[in-house]
């Protein structure tokens, strides 16, 4: 009888802790997937929905360590850098803001018209279809390759960020995306401006002349206020920083000079080139048009900044020194830009 009893006790004891910690698990997990945090909470605290205010700031050349060797190898060696003056845009350039180009110039993108054989000889048929580079989470994770997560969508170009049945009604204060190098450039041009070199991007991303050097006193504790991706990638954006996905532009705090998510929301297009090192010597042995060894032959340019995507489990890119590669002709869904301009 006793030795039931213990056995009834001990069944019971354990159904119980497993109902505890089935519920701590539960607040665990709906903690993760708060929609909105405290700090995000009205899209009124974003900088699109303040108003209009100077479209840009004057950054104060000088000198600084761009670049870092803490995380992946193309961010080194770290290289002192001189900048001159600039202007740079507080913000990344808004579906309403490309839109108002579009309507003025009747500019086309490349997503939307496509790739030729001039672009790309032997270019199979299917990407020679107007599309773009879509991000698609999978519903489990496949292993780490990202084609198990990038597709090219046939009729997805930055009115249809996601394909033909999608738009950017009611997204007008988003970021553009679906945007090539040749079409930021297109648009800076419009407005008499160009785009940053990455030497001026990561400079102001760092707050400009009494701004961030590197560090790595936070070490892999460090995690931007700034859109990126919390929760499992690629197969679960919780979204606890306020934002699955793309967020409007200016809804997290600006850095030291006032400018809007250099960090996180979109990889942003610089004018430089893509080599995989700073170390000029070496830069020296390679294509005038960039080189990504893992795409050869392709030119390639700097975007900076992370984006929505990346994540503490797969892309710690939130970081102003990381860089990555991205193809000059091909665009995609979490790649926009910003502009910038040379001081009179
Ligand atoms: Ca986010």
Not at 144 to 159: K, T
Not at 160 to 178: A, D, T
Not at 192 to 211: F, I, N, Q, V
Not at 250 to 276: H, K, R
Request: aromatic share 10%; with cysteine; net charge negative.
């Amino acid at each position: 009888m006793a030795a039931m009893i213990n056995l009834r006790t001990v069944a019971l004891i354990t159904s119980v802790a497993l109902l505890l910690a089935g519920a701590v698990y539960l607040i665990a997990i709906r903690k993760e997937m708060e929609p909105i945090s405290a700090a995000h909470e009205a899209a009124a605290q974003c900088l699109a929905a303040q108003g209009a205010g100077e479209r840009d700031v004057l950054v104060e050349g000088g000198s600084f360590q761009m670049g870092g060797d803490q995380y992946y190898p193309e961010e080194g060696p770290p290289t002192q850098t001189i900048v001159g003056s600039f202007r740079i845009d507080r913000s990344e350039v808004t579906n309403a803001e490309f839109a108002a180009f579009v309507e003025a110039t009747g500019y086309v993108t490349k997503a939307e018209r496509g790739l030729s054989e001039d672009d790309v000889p032997g270019l199979a048929d299917e990407y020679k279809q107007p599309g773009s580079m879509v991000f698609t989470p999978p519903e489990v994770m496949r292993g780490a390759s990202p084609l198990s997560w990038w597709q090219f969508v046939v009729g997805a170009n930055w009115r249809h960020p996601f394909g033909p049945s999608s738009s950017v009604e009611g997204k007008e204060n988003n970021p553009v995306v679906h945007v090539t190098y040749e079409d930021a450039a297109a648009y800076a041009e419009w407005l008499g401006r160009r785009l940053p070199t990455e030497a001026e991007w990561e400079y102001a991303a760092r707050g400009g002349k009494h701004g961030e050097e590197p560090s790595d006193a936070e070490g892999e504790q460090r995690t931007p206020d700034a859109n990126h991706w919390q929760g499992m990638f690629p197969v679960l954006d919780a979204g606890s920083d306020g934002h699955k996905g793309i967020a409007p532009v200016g809804c997290y705090a600006p850095n030291a000079l006032g400018l809007y998510d250099m960090i996180g929301n979109v990889w942003e297009l610089t004018q430089s080139v893509y080599f995989p090192t700073h170390d000029e010597v070496q830069i020296a042995q390679m294509p005038a048009e960039g080189f990504d060894p893992a795409q050869q032959g392709v030119p390639v340019h700097v975007i900076k900044g992370g984006s929505f995507l990346c994540a503490d489990n797969y892309c710690r890119r939130y970081r102003p020194e990381a860089r990555q590669p991205q193809d000059a002709l091909l665009a995609s869904s979490h790649i926009g830009f910003r502009t910038a301009a040379d001081v009179e």
